[in-house]
């Protein structure tokens, strides 16, 4: 009982405010135009925040143990093939181009921070969360490269024109240069003054509960149902089929206990709240991206409930 509470706990409030920006929108205290700004102020400003104080802090002596490589590398090597294998699916499955990239975005991007780090922390203490936060620098960094690129190469361009197109998007993308900037200072070691870290803390604070909401305030059934399809196919992958086969994998390569948890939660973790921003951001589907982060969440509860007893009861966690 204690693990399906806490299960819920997690995430529930995900859903509850996603839920809240619906009645908002309902009851005309939130409008279309604010949603624009307030997505434009997540992707522009606050996600690169958060992403600058979730790498700028690490110990780059700690990224590279032996331990944290080998776990590094499988997580990395897992997220690239389910990348291939989304962008593979979503050239056979789906025709309108602009809802490629926030599927495979929905396949392959996880909310492994807002989720996973609960989880694992309830889970495998401070040690656990240590491991996950350095892991953290490995994938993020792939995670938002990889969803630039899949959000940008399908946009609409003159053949002659893509490849520089989707450097130059790569490059001037705010969350890349959040980044880049992250591993200079964590390379260095490099501290920002305390009023403007506590500052950047505050901005980056801002982009989960700001983002659900648009979310909600986004959603509506009628213009989700074109997109309901595609969407489960994406729980379907994300939320039961990926994580079973890569634990499956991880199992038989011998990671166990809190390693082969983390491995767990980041490919069972729901999709990451960013994507919406970011689809809409990069005049994508993000009504594809909003029903997708709502259906894995939602599933979330009941999927990783399941998934973390059935480890722990064959003594593998």
């Known amino acids: 009982m204690e693990q399906i509470l806490f299960s819920i706990n997690a995430v529930l409030p995900i859903f509850l405010i996603i839920l809240l920006g619906y009645i908002l929108k309902h009851f005309g205290l939130i409008h279309e135009a604010f949603v624009k700004q307030a997505t434009k102020i997540v992707f522009k400003v606050s996600l690169p925040c958060m992403v600058f104080q979730s790498v700028s ?8 143990s032996k331990d ?10 897992a997220t690239l093939v389910i990348f291939l294998i989304a962008t ?23 909310n492994f921070v807002i989720i996973g780090y609960p989880l694992i922390l309830n889970l495998f203490g401070d040690s656990g969360l240590a ?13 938002n490269i990889l969803a630039v690129i899949a959000l940008t190469i399908f946009l609409p361009k003159k053949d002659d024109h893509i490849i520089k197109g989707t450097l130059l998007q790569i490059i001037k ?40 909401m648009c979310i909600g305030a986004f959603f509506s059934w009628e213009k989700v149902k074109p997109s309901f399809t595609s969407a489960l196919i994406v729980t379907g992958l994300k939320m ?18 809190d390693f ?3 491995i767990f939660i980041l490919f069972a973790s729901p999709t990451a709240v960013s994507s919406f921003a970011m689809a809409e951001g990069m005049d994508n589907d993000s009504q594809l991206a909003a029903a997708i982060i709502i259906m ?17 009861s064959l003594g593998l966690l």
């Open 131 to 143: 491991r996950a936060a350095l892991l953290t620098a490995f994938i993020m960094p792939l995670f």
């Open 260 to 262: 082969l948890g983390i």
């Open 240 to 257: 039961v089929i990926h994580p079973i086969l890569l634990v499956i994998i991880a199992c038989l390569l011998g990671f166990r206990g």
């Open 57 to 64: 802090g690490v110990r780059i002596d700690e990224l590279f």
């Open 173 to 212: 993308n705010p969350l890349i240069i959040a980044i880049f900037l992250a591993l200079i200072f964590a390379g260095f070691q490099w501290q920002l003054p305390l009023f403007i870290n506590q500052t950047l803390d505050y901005a980056g604070q801002l982009a989960l509960p700001l983002s659900l």
């Open 88 to 110: 593979l699916l979503s050239l056979k499955l789906l025709k309108e181009p602009l809802s490629r990239g926030p599927f495979i975005q929905g396949i392959f991007r996880s």
């Open 68 to 77: 944290m490589m080998a776990l590094a590398t499988f997580s990395v090597i």
């Open 296 to 312: 894995t969440t939602g599933c979330a509860v009941v999927s990783i409930f399941i998934g973390v007893n059935v480890l722990t």
